[in-house]
């Protein structure tokens, strides 16, 4: 199957540091590479992946050196793959919305999997209108603001099984892994540690629109002896960093439409502790990968038998329920009952080379 892969550029794929979505499409893309797939992946050019790379802009556009315009190069992106759309059997999005009026006229099949919230206002008009573009979700609890979209499955997210290993020998402290944000919540994680009386590592970065918010209700809370702030980390330290802890806090104010650090814990033996919010009651199995919990009250009493969970049992979910090769033979099955509802696609024809600000496509790029 000639698949593309459209992510979004706001870092590399993989990422070098945060980044959920574009962690996911190095995940997926690889697993369909090794399933015998002819992947195309459209994404900045300091990505690593052994499918065809296109590249649209130089690197990812968060750690770029330079100021630019996320807009402008997913528009040019997008044109692109519209333009080499008859070399594929399928178009796999990742850019939110952009593309859904090209995709609406476009003859190879598409579909986006949406990673975002889904309960803002705006998206129901827009999805009434494209209500016919085909949507994957990655929990049934993210698509319940728009329940009649064109939902064509859900499809959990997944690791690469031998990213991270179990590990059952560990200090007696909590991580906290993602981002500092009002939604997810980091000051209940140190409240809980606190209760606890343990150490608490966060591993997280700090968005410039977050800035604010972390400087007046968050640095305060990090002199502390029993916190250590070590500030965003990447893919390679995370084995080490989730699976040398106790538990990871997971105490989240919002609807989470997946939450990838879970099953990143999970993958390493290390039990989880999360707000029954969003995806958590799908993705979590409550008593047996950890606790779910509604208040702080049942936080703490967790986070002090959290000891008794079974960090092998932890794995063997992971490995049943999480890989990427499980994820990407899903997107496979989405992808061909797409191509056999649509009409039989065009011979593939050759296309003149095409080159965006200079970036110039390359193929079988190795890690």
């Given at each position: 199957m000639r698949i593309a892969q459209v992510s979004p550029l706001f870092e590399s794929v993989p990422p070098r540091g945060y980044g959920g979505t574009e962690r996911v499409?190095?995940?997926?893309?690889?697993?369909?590479?090794?399933?015998?797939?002819?992947?195309?992946?459209?994404?900045?050019?300091?990505?690593?992946?052994?499918?065809?790379?296109?590249?649209?802009?130089?690197s990812g556009i968060r750690l770029s050196s330079r100021r630019q315009d996320w807009l402008t190069w997913h528009t040019l992106m997008i044109d692109r793959?519209?333009?080499?759309?008859q070399q594929f059997d399928v178009i796999h999005f990742h850019t939110d919305f952009l593309h859904y009026p090209l995709a609406r006229r476009c003859a190879t099949p598409c579909v986006t999997t949406l990673h975002g919230r889904l309960d803002l206002p705006d998206l129901k008009p827009l999805h009434h209108h494209f209500a016919d573009h085909?949507?994957?979700?990655?929990?049934?609890?993210?698509?319940?603001?728009?329940?009649?979209?064109n939902w064509q499955a859900t499809v959990p997210h997944g690791l690469p099984s031998h990213?991270?290993?179990?590990?059952?020998?560990?200090?007696?402290?909590?991580v906290f892994v993602g981002r500092i944000s009002p939604e997810k919540r980091v000051d209940r994680a140190i409240e809980i540690a606190l209760a606890c009386q343990k150490r608490l590592r966060i591993g997280a970065k700090v968005d410039p629109a977050d800035e604010a918010y972390f400087e007046r209700e968050i640095r305060p809370l990090l002199d502390h002896p029993l916190i250590d702030f070590v500030g965003e980390i990447g893919e390679d330290e995370k084995?080490?960093?989730?699976?040398?802890?106790?538990?990871?806090?997971?105490?989240?104010?919002?609807?989470?439409?997946?939450g990838l650090v879970m099953i990143e814990a999970f993958a390493c033996g290390t039990p989880v502790i999360a707000y029954n919010c969003g995806s958590v009651g799908e993705v979590?199995?409550?008593?047996?990968?950890?606790?779910i919990v509604g208040n702080?009250?049942?936080?703490?009493?967790?986070?002090?038998?959290?000891?008794?969970?079974?960090?092998?049992?932890?794995?063997?979910?992971?490995?049943?329920?999480?890989?990427?090769?499980?994820?990407?033979?899903?997107?496979?099955?989405?992808?061909?009952?797409?191509?056999?509802?649509?009409?039989a696609h065009r011979p593939v024809v050759t296309t003149r080379s095409l080159s965006i600000g200079g970036v110039h496509e390359r193929t079988n790029s190795h890690r």
């Open positions: 499409v190095s995940y997926l893309t690889e697993a369909l590479v090794d399933e015998g797939h002819a992947v195309t992946l459209f994404a900045s050019g300091d990505s690593v992946t052994r499918a065809r790379l296109v590249p649209v802009v130089e793959v519209f333009a080499l759309s085909p949507l994957v979700s990655i929990s049934d609890s993210q698509r319940l603001p728009l329940p009649a979209a990213l991270y290993r179990l590990q059952e020998e560990v200090p007696d402290c909590f084995n080490e960093f989730i699976g040398q802890a106790r538990a990871m806090l997971f105490p989240i104010d919002w609807p989470e439409p997946f979590m199995q409550d008593g047996v990968t950890g606790y702080m009250h049942e936080a703490v009493a967790a986070a002090e038998r959290v000891g008794g969970i079974d960090r092998r049992r932890c794995r063997e979910v992971f490995e049943q329920r999480f890989t990427a090769a499980r994820m990407a033979r899903r997107y496979v099955d989405v992808y061909q009952g797409l191509i056999d509802a649509s009409p």
